[in-house]
């Protein structure tokens, strides 16, 4: 259970790997901020706290933590100092410079500001944190952070295991339904999904659901994401989804096969041949180009292109380091979770995507969701 955990624990390792980062960079304090503007999730990497607050951290090694809502941050986060930001009338300017203004930064005057930062906010802080040498930096901490969370922890991985074993309860149970008459929409499937997930005790769906039928299975993420069209009838239907717990996404993709032709059989062999092949490459220590060059090679030589990347990463952002694509030099790691999402789309015949989260080991992987093409 979570609540083994030891939670304090858990953020204060993640913060250090930063505080030792900063201190290599000659780097005196780094500005996170999760706001409407824009949705930085390193805050709930750093604290636990899920949303809306302000995180500064020291070369000397103290957190402090600006929520918008104290009462959640009471209950949720973990940080050395937490102070409301009504505090400082919800201003983050008057919050960094009256923490700055409070702190040790005899090792560094050098604070770095989200690279999200505007041109115009950056001039403001500027003229306001004059004492300081601001900057901000696409290479910095704030990349730093990216790469720590491309490598997940224990609970990390406890949590993406248990958003996964819930969407694969959702998948037989939507497979059943389907067979039995029972869904016959996609608003039936999709709207089966939010209720289900909240009834387990999920946060939501990790993003938004794509529920395509026959007739719209050819797009590669379908607009709208359902509608009231008919789902697992003749042909090939499409389900992407997946939702969140603690924070941590699963993200898988089924496909419905009812009494297909000549030519959509060829698409579900080849993208489940990709899937079982590329599979065996998503291993630690391998080029992570090898496996998709080897799904491009397998669609190439049918005379067919899939239209996206191989994967991603997944965590507390749906798309994370790493991502399964030909131009890169990373290499799979133990602790990834990543996906493998093989596809093929052609208008007039539709669409087949099969995505698995897939967990890297020491020894090889683990396999996290056990989505299928079904043959119905």
């Not at 700055?100 to 560094?108: H, Q, T």
């Not at 060059?293 to 190439?300: E, G, S, T, W």
């Not at 790691?333 to 995507?353: D, K, S």
Request: net charge negative; with cysteine.
């Amino acid at each position: 259970m979570s609540e083994n955990f030891n939670f304090d624990k858990i953020y204060r390792a993640r913060r250090q790997k930063v505080y030792s980062y900063m201190k290599e960079k000659h780097i005196g304090a780094s500005v996170f901020i999760d706001s409407e503007d824009c949705r930085d999730k390193a805050v709930r990497y750093l604290t636990g706290h899920p949303s809306d607050a302000l995180v500064i951290l020291t070369a000397e090694g103290k957190s402090f933590l600006v929520p918008w809502d104290i009462n959640l941050a009471e209950e949720k986060a973990h940080a050395d100092t937490i102070i409301p930001s009504a505090k400082f009338n919800r201003s983050n300017m008057e919050a960094i410079k009256e923490i700055l203004k409070s702190s040790d930064m005899s090792f560094s005057k050098k604070v770095e500001l989200p690279p999200s930062t505007s041109y115009i906010n950056f001039e403001k802080y500027k003229s306001e944190l004059k004492d300081y040498s601001l900057f901000c930096s696409e290479s910095s901490t704030h990349k730093a952070v990216l790469e720590m969370r491309s490598v997940k922890d224990d609970y990390e991985i406890w949590c993406t295991k248990k958003a996964c074993s819930i969407t694969d309860e959702m998948t037989g149970i939507i497979v059943e339904n389907i067979k039995t008459g029972l869904f016959k929409k996609e608003s039936d499937v999709a709207l089966f999904v939010e209720k289900y997930l909240r009834e387990k005790g999920a946060e939501g769906t990790s993003f938004d659901t794509l529920c395509a039928g026959p007739d719209r299975s050819w797009a590669i993420h379908a607009f709208p994401g359902y509608t009231n069209a008919d789902w697992g009838t003749k042909g090939l239907s499409i389900l992407d989804y997946g939702i969140s717990w603690e924070g941590y996404a699963s993200d898988c993709t089924i496909t419905i096969a009812r009494d297909v032709n000549k030519e959509q059989k060829k698409l579900l062999e080849l993208v489940q041949t990709a899937a079982d092949q590329c599979l065996e490459l998503y291993k630690p220590g391998l080029d992570i180009c090898q496996a998709s060059l080897k799904a491009d090679q397998i669609f190439a030589e049918a005379d067919m292109k899939m239209p996206h990347s191989l994967g991603h990463g997944t965590g507390l952002d749906i798309h994370e380091e790493p991502f399964i694509r030909v131009k890169t030099e990373a290499k799979f790691q133990a602790g990834n979770i990543v996906t493998l999402e093989p596809g093929l789309y052609v208008q007039g015949l539709g669409g087949c995507r099969l995505e698995n989260d897939i967990l890297i080991t020491e020894q090889g992987n683990e396999v996290l969701t056990n989505s299928k093409i079904y043959y119905l």
